[in-house]
Structure formats: structure tokens, C-alpha cells
């Protein structure tokens, strides 16, 4: 049962794939029906008898991971000289495409510019908690894919968290922020972990966090100031618009085979986006 610990956690993980069945053969065949093997984007799991038929197979499987199938098909095989197998039997394979939950995003703090970027995140296939202490900073209505939850003590939610998730640290008070930031760092299994604020904030906590004894490639994991270098202002809707622009960036290259947790962020974001949240720092 290999083949199903793989698929649980690669469903955890968020990592898209294919699973293939051997479902039926006939003559001389290099496994059985009911042989399975897992395909990734970057990796394979289990075997279906290696040789030619399996490198066409594997690449059969990541073309459709590429095209994005979500429908299974059935496919079946000659192990003739065609495939170079002396085999000479029949096999057919199912390609059932594996895909994973829509991401979770936990968005800590109800201010402006989480108001602007909620609508945002509705339009995109993830499902958010929303967490802040105070229930009448949220709106009436909350797009279907948005839950709210009002914590007096949003950091005891951090352990309730699913594993994986985006987490956006912008609440409206920055001893908040660093509690939030020191739970999420000591828990160590999100994809992505962004804070709003300017450099002169990111600068305070990271010598805060040294202190606290959390080491470089920790610190480094935290995106701040949050959002894409490219899109400015200093607007709360501009700022929601470039960090939705960050995240689906981010979940998007994820997606296409690029295992790195949280990448460090890019020296430009840093230089050019303090001269828009630096006024927004308290996100209130």
C-alpha cells in the first residue's frame, strides 16, 4: 500500500499527479492488473516494469499534468518490437489524474488592505480562513470560498492551521504581527509566509527573531514588506492587487514542479515596495 501513503501525501502537499493502473494484460506481461505507479511533475513512485514502456508512459502521464487533464483515460499497449520489449503481450493502463485541495490561505487581520484583497482571493481556487480579534471588522458578506473566524487569541489558531498553508500576517498591531510570525516560523510547514509592513519593520523583526534564537534561513523564509515589486501605490486596493499578483505567482510556480518552500524574497520587492506600505504598516 506504498502507492497509497505516496498519493496522502502528496495530496498534503498540494503536488498535483497522475496515478496509473495496470488494469487488465494478456500474454506475457512485466506486471500484473492492479500494479499502480505515481507520476509527478518531478518525480515517480512505484514501477509498472520499467523498460521503454514505462519512459513512454511517464512521459505520457507529465504531458497531461502540463495540460492540466482532469478527466481519466484509458490507454492501451502492444509490448511488441514498436516498444523495443520482447514481452509480446497486451497491457492497458488507466491515468487517473490526481489533483489536490484547492490551496488555504490564512489571512491574519481585518484592516483596509485585507478588505480590499478579500474580493481578490475569492476569485481564486483556494479556500481562506479569515482571523481577526475583532468580529465587527469583517464584512456582512464573505465570498463563498472565505470563512471567518473572530479569535480573541488569533496566534492559538496557528496549530489549527492546515499543513501547507499560504499564511499573510496583517493584523493592526505589531506585537500581533511578531507573535503570529514567531508561531508560524516555529511551526515550519507553511508554503508561503508574508507580512505587510516597510523595510525599517522587516529590519526590527529580524533582529527581534535573531534574538529570540531563530536562525538566518528562517528569517529569510518571511516575505516583507508582501506583494509584487511591479505593481505600486500606496492604496489599499493597489497594495491587495499586488499581493494576490504574489501569491498566485508564487502557487503557480509551485504548481509547475518547484518544490522550494518559500522562496527568499526578491531584493527588488524589498527596494521599491516600503514607499507604499510604510504608511500602511498598521494595518488598521
Known sequence: MNWLNTLNRLNNEGTAAILITVVANRGSTPRDAGTKMIVTAEDTYETIGGGHLEHKVIKQARQRLAAHCSSAELESYALGASLGQCCGGTIQLLFEPINPPALHIALFGAGHVAKALVPLLGNLPCQVTWIDNRAEQFPAVLPPNVTHCVSEEPVDEVPDLPAFSYCLVMTHNHQLD???IEALLKRDDYRYL???GSNTKRRKFEHRLRHKGFDENSIRQLHCPVGLAGV???LPGEIAV?????????YQTTATGNKTKSPT???NITSILPQRTA???HNR
Open 279 to 281: 504608511s500602511l504598516a
Open 178 to 180: 511578531l507573535a503570529l
Open 265 to 267: 524574497p526578491d531584493k
Open 242 to 250: 499586488s499581493i494576490a499578483a504574489e501569491l498566485i505567482a508564487h
Open 194 to 196: 508574508g507580512m505587510i
Open 232 to 234: 505600486c501605490g500606496k
